[in-house]
């Protein structure tokens, strides 16, 4: 997909934001006195219908509504958002049984919401790092994007597993006035640095296991076909990278550990390039690595007698504890506390 420069007017055609995130800013902009005459002019009719919204609307927009309604309507739009306010990707956060588990759907799907910027999350130790890049850092209204994508994720996972997170930090990478930082740091209980290098959220590791008591485990495999077909359909080209680099990564697993590099030396591509065609689908290379161990993880332990030690060096980990401490992360249980469970329903 092309990038998108949202500091220019000749943003490409295919940038844009779905019509169901469009109203809630729309109707966060009415509430802060704009009338429908300007947001019709600066949005489109598009917003009252059904219809996607471009990039540049939605950012303009925005930026007048702040402008409006002064430096707190960032962090105020993202706490009226819902998890309906994602469209299909929201739907399938309610289908899902952990907080891990619904983001882990963010990541995959945000493309189908918005072409605003790319998540990732990473683990350091007992510790989840959620990063945000904002694609549109030279717009004027890019503080305020960046409040109200942290404050929508918060305001949503309370949502979804009904209490309140807390115990968690906030970066972002613009400046803000004081004042404004403390209602914020108020509204969100976090931790806030500002003029950081990267707009990220560092929470324990633990939050991810919290269950969404709503979650509907029969419906989920419905909706993920259902998005991956209009992920596919939107970008058949940037879908197929995901398959070619799950691909390299098996027939690498077994001879060492397997870098990002050498997987896109596989594709012909620079390590950049790759990073930037598996962000611009909303999947973290470390995402596709991870998924990768652990199918491969569950079918050696349980259709084989493969000692756990041979599992972990197949799999390309320095050690087994290192293997044990993933592959828990991962299915909630040791594997050999899996490989037993296995064995006891055959």
């Not at 902009?29 to 005459?37: I, N, V």
């Not at 959620?130 to 850092?137: H, I």
């Amino acid at each position: 997909m092309p990038s998108t420069d949202c500091s220019s007017p000749a943003v490409a055609p295919s940038a844009r934001v779905v019509a169901p995130y469009a109203h809630t800013l729309w109707d966060a902009a009415r509430a802060q006195g704009l009338d429908d005459t300007r947001l019709i002019a600066t949005l489109g009719r598009a917003a009252i219908g059904d219809e996607d919204v471009s990039v540049v609307a939605y950012l303009d927009l925005l930026q007048a509504a702040r402008t409006q309604a002064g430096p707190l309507f960032g962090w105020r739009l993202g706490q009226a958002v819902k998890p309906t306010s994602h469209g299909v990707n929201g739907i399938l956060l309610l289908a899902c049984a952990t907080l891990g588990d619904a983001l882990q759907q963010v990541l995959r799907f945000e493309s189908l919401v918005h072409d605003l910027g790319r998540s990732s999350f990473s683990r350091r130790g007992d510790r989840v790092v959620y990063a945000w890049r904002n694609d549109c850092a030279a717009h004027a209204a890019a503080g305020a994007l960046a409040e109200s994508v942290f404050s929508g994720i918060q305001t949503c996972a309370q949502w979804l597993v009904g209490r309140p997170l807390s115990d968690f930090e906030l970066e972002f990478t613009h400046a803000t006035d004081a004042a404004t930082a403390a209602r914020i740091a108020q509204w969100s209980g976090a931790r806030l640095r500002w003029g950081e290098s990267e707009n990220r959220a560092i929470f324990p590791a633990s939050v991810l296991t919290w269950p969404i008591p709503q979650a509907n485990k029969a419906l989920l495999p419905l909706l993920q076909q259902h998005a991956e077909a209009l992920l596919q359909a939107r970008y058949p080209q940037d879908v197929g990278i995901v398959a070619q680099v799950r691909q390299s990564i098996s027939g690498r697993l077994g001879s060492g550990p397997v870098k990002l590099a050498s997987v896109a030396s596989d594709l012909h591509l620079s390590t950049r390039t790759l990073q930037r065609r598996l962000a611009d689908v909303g999947v973290a290379y470390q995402t596709l690595l991870d998924s990768s161990r652990h199918e491969l993880a569950r079918h050696y332990l349980g259709n084989s007698a493969m000692p756990v030690a041979e599992v972990a060096y197949l799999l390309g980990f320095q050690d087994t504890p290192a293997f044990h401490h993933a592959f828990k992360g991962w299915q909630g249980q040791g594997p050999g506390q899996y490989r037993v469970s296995v064995c006891q329903k055959v």
